[in-house]
């Protein structure tokens, strides 16, 4: 089991940047694909960003692409979400999400530990 908190969400203008934090606690930290997804008022919650588990390997969903970069520092036990040329369209709850694999994944019943997430709102 891991245990997350995120944290770094606020309200932004359109253009702006964030960065979004999660620290994990319990399992070993190594051991995970960690991700995330973000979920708009009203929606399903969809994938937007993935990190492999030791070797910088990552994954994007289409809309983030090219604006939004996951990094992740294991000394630390943290993921790091840069949200850059933010939209108005990005405002949503982030979640931060873990999967025991090896194998980047878009598909959210392969995530079973997740935080409480973060809203992060854009202004037009």
């Known amino acids: 089991q891991l245990y997350l908190v995120e944290s770094g969400g606020g309200l932004v203008q359109a253009g702006g940047s964030l960065r979004l934090s999660c620290v994990a606690s319990g399992d070993t930290f190594t051991n995970y694909v960690m991700a995330w997804f973000r979920e708009k008022s009203g929606e399903e919650r969809e994938f937007v960003a993935a990190?492999?588990?030791?070797?910088?390997?990552?994954l994007y969903g289409d809309s983030v692409k090219g604006r939004f970069a996951i990094s992740r520092d294991n000394a630390e036990n943290t993921v790091l979400f840069e949200m850059n040329r933010l939209k108005p369209e990005d405002t949503a709850v982030y979640y931060c999400?873990?999967?025991?694999?090896?194998?980047?994944?878009?598909?959210?019943?392969?995530?079973?530990?997740w935080g409480q997430g973060t809203q992060v709102t854009v202004s037009s």
């Open positions: 999400a873990a999967s025991r694999t090896r194998i980047l994944r878009m598909t959210q019943p392969m995530y079973d530990n």
């Open positions: 990190i492999s588990r030791d070797d910088g390997r990552t």
